[in-house]
C-alpha cells in the first residue's frame, strides 16, 4: 500500500468547520481511551485492542467506524514505539496529546480532480472543500492529516 501525505489549504464555511472541528475532537478522544487502555497490555495487538475499545467508544462516542478503527490503529503504534524507546532505555510515558490530527484515508477522503474538490467524512456527513491541484496530491487515495 503506498501511503502519501497531501497537505493543501483549504477554506471551510462555518458549518464544515465545525462538522470538522467536532470529528477531530471525538478522534481525539477514541485515541486517548485506546491508549488508555492499550497501555496496560502486554501482548498488544491492533485485533486484541479492538475488542475491548470497539463497542464502548461506538456507544459513547458514535464516532465514525472508519476513525474509531484509525484511533485504535494510532494507539497501537504509539504505544508500540514507546515501549521499544523504553527497551533502549530512554525515559517514557504514556502518551497524552492537546491535539491528535485525524488520519485520513480512501474511505475518509476523496478527491475530484476535475471540479478540485476534496470530499472528507466528517460526523455531520461528507464536506467538499475546494483545493488547488498539485504533483503532491496527483493520487485518489492518500493519506492526510489534519
Known sequence: MVQ????FPIVLDKAQAEALSETAR???????YCIDVAWDFEELSAINLHKKVYAPLKAKLGL???????ARNRAVENV????????KGKKTCKPELKHVPIRLDARTLSFDKPRETAS??????????????????????GLMEL
Do not use: D, F, M, N
Open 4 to 7: 502519501r501525505t497531501v497537505v
Open 26 to 32: 471525538l478522534y481525539k478522544e477514541a485515541w486517548q
Open 64 to 70: 465514525k467506524s472508519q476513525y474509531l478503527c484509525s
Open 80 to 87: 508500540k514505539a514507546v515501549r521499544v524507546l523504553c527497551k
Open 120 to 141: 472528507v467524512t466528517t460526523q455531520h456527513g461528507r464536506i467538499k472543500v475546494p483545493w488547488k491541484s498539485t504533483q503532491k496530491a496527483e493520487s485518489s487515495h
